[in-house]
């Protein structure tokens, strides 16, 4: 008998080792060396010491963080019973993402370091919309899920997940001493100290929605306001179009705590205030009304 496939015997997501990466000291997540992310995942699991191929047909689902694309990753494995993998865990480790955006490593370097996770037949992460296009090269019988929410109400979880106030015009070094190293990409330009951070988001937010219309992709779009109305019925919808299984059950996975939560120091009017609303507003204007997002609410 040969060795058990890997993606398909993780039919279901374990999500408690993710949110425990997420708490744990960036220190020690920095020196876990990356090759052994995928021998102590299969250690995990009982399986043998090799690194596992791609899959010849994954689904990639993107959104920014905060939009709920991990509960809508979660219910598509759900839904169809296909393995999942709802984070790259080597990028928690070493966000080897970024080095390929600048250029100083290669695209199968990051192929290589999150190999583990690609071996899934459904893989979500927040860093994948920025590698879209040689996603879509590599793997041509790919299909691709955008995630989007109303960019208002995503800068407004960002922030409160890591305890900002939201109706700063500039927030200074002081004020983000204590935000984690990983969320430091989504608040600021890399390498700086201080900034505006609501109009950062604003445009990571947009320069994302941008891959998703550009119609360069296969891509499913699915709002996650239309999602949380009906979770079961919404996910079924996109899991067919992009060639899932559809398998009976409930919804479930939706109503699990799939990241850490926030705050929950109020709805985004009240919280960013008016002057950062209309900043949003007029920073994702097209991008906003191409998915039906209108005024406050």
């Known amino acids: 008998m040969g060795?058990?496939?890997?993606?398909a015997a993780m039919t279901r997501f374990d999500s408690t080792l993710r949110l425990?990466?997420?708490?744990?000291?960036?220190?020690?997540l920095g020196r876990l060396?990356?090759?052994?992310?995928w021998?102590?995942?299969?250690?995990?699991?009982?399986?043998?010491?090799?690194?596992?191929?791609?899959?010849?047909?994954?689904?990639?689902?993107?959104?920014?963080?905060?939009?709920?694309?991990?509960?809508?990753?979660?219910?598509?494995?759900?839904?169809?019973?296909?393995?999942?993998?709802?984070?790259?865990a080597a990028e928690l480790a070493r966000p080897l993402h970024l080095e390929v955006e600048a250029g100083r490593k290669s695209f199968d370097d990051f192929?290589?370091?999150n190999a583990v996770d690609l071996s899934r037949r459904i893989v979500k992460d927040a860093c994948?919309?920025?590698l879209a296009a040689p996603l879509a090269a590599r793997f041509p019988a790919?299909?691709?899920?955008?995630?989007?929410?109303?960019?208002?109400?995503?800068?407004?979880?960002?922030?409160?997940?890591?305890?900002?106030?939201?109706?700063?015009?500039?927030?200074?070094?002081?004020?983000?001493?204590?935000?984690?190293?990983?969320?430091?990409?989504?608040?600021?330009?890399?390498?700086?100290?201080?900034?505006?951070?609501?109009?950062?988001?604003?445009e990571r937010w947009r320069q994302q929605a941008r891959v998703a219309l550009a119609g360069d992709l296969p891509v499913r779009v699915i709002r996650y306001e239309d999602f949380c109305r009906a979770p079961r019925a919404e996910t079924e919808a996109v899991a067919r179009d992009v060639g899932l299984p559809v398998l009976p059950g409930d919804d479930r996975a939706a109503r699990q705590q799939w990241?850490?939560?926030?705050?929950?120091?109020?709805?985004?009017?009240?919280?960013?205030?008016?002057?950062?609303?209309?900043?949003?507003?007029?920073?994702?204007?097209?991008?906003?009304?191409?998915?039906?997002?209108g005024g406050p609410s």
């Not at 060795?3 to 993606?7: G, K, T």
């Not at 425990?20 to 020690?28: E, G, N, Q, T």
């Not at 191929?53 to 694309?69: D, M, N, Y």
């Open 3 to 7: 060795p058990p496939d890997y993606a």
């Open 20 to 28: 425990r990466l997420r708490a744990a000291s960036p220190v020690s």
């Open 33 to 37: 060396p990356s090759h052994l992310w």
């Open 111 to 113: 192929l290589h370091h």
């Open 259 to 293: 990241q850490p939560a926030g705050e929950h120091r109020g709805r985004w009017p009240a919280f960013l205030g008016d002057a950062n609303v209309a900043r949003i507003d007029a920073l994702c204007r097209d991008e906003m009304r191409a998915f039906h997002y």
């Open 128 to 130: 994948l919309a920025a």
């Open 142 to 202: 790919a299909r691709f899920v955008f995630v989007v929410r109303d960019p208002r109400a995503t800068v407004r979880s960002v922030l409160d997940r890591v305890g900002l106030p939201g109706d700063r015009a500039h927030y200074d070094e002081a004020i983000l001493a204590g935000v984690p190293r990983a969320w430091r990409e989504v608040l600021l330009p890399a390498g700086a100290d201080a900034g505006d951070v609501v109009a950062h988001i604003a």
């Open 39 to 88: 021998r102590l995942d299969l250690l995990r699991h009982g399986w043998p010491l090799r690194r596992p191929a791609p899959h010849a047909r994954p689904v990639f689902v993107l959104g920014h963080q905060k939009t709920g694309s991990s509960a809508v990753g979660a219910m598509l494995a759900e839904v169809s019973g296909e393995a999942a993998a709802l984070d790259l």
